[in-house]
């Protein structure tokens, strides 16, 4: 008991975990796992600096500080959990319809599958364009 009460004064006014702790966590595991196959003094230093980090994070007064950082990296997490489900999402469509960049504004259109050369409107910026499809809908 007296242990956790020495804990608890310890952590009294420090950071403490976030979801930004268990990322570098998970990262600093990951590579002490990679590193057990690889041997590279480059990951062992880079796994070292991330454990450094993350106690840094944890046992850190600056709370508002280390709450911009979980906050900054919540929001670059929903970008690549987006990115990611995007491509899900596009692969699932893949059968019926196929993906072409419009060469002019950079948007991603859905276009029909349709083997052929076809030319195309852009609906964001009107640009016409030629789309070429190599593969026809799969039956
Ligand atoms: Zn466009």
């Not at 508002?64 to 999402?89: A, D, H, L, P, Y």
């Not at 893949?94 to 609906?123: A, I, Q």
Request: hydrophobic letters at 40%.
């Amino acid at each position: 008991m007296r242990f956790r009460d020495r804990i608890a004064r310890f952590m009294y006014g420090r950071y403490g975990t976030d979801s930004l702790f268990y990322f570098l966590w998970v990262v600093y595991i990951a590579l002490v796992l990679a590193n057990v196959f690889v041997r590279s003094w480059v990951l062992y230093l880079l796994s070292i600096a991330v454990f450094i980090i993350t106690f840094y994070r944890v046992l850190s007064r600056n709370t508002v500080k280390r709450m911009n950082e979980n906050i900054k990296f919540q929001k670059m997490f929903k970008g690549v959990k987006g990115w990611f489900s995007n491509r899900t999402s596009r692969i699932k469509q893949n059968k019926n319809y196929c993906f072409k960049r419009c060469p002019n504004c950079g948007k991603v259109l859905r276009l029909p599958r349709v083997k052929g050369k076809h030319s195309t409107r852009c609906p964001v910026c009107h640009a016409d364009f030629n789309v070429r499809v190599w593969f026809d809908k799969k039956k």
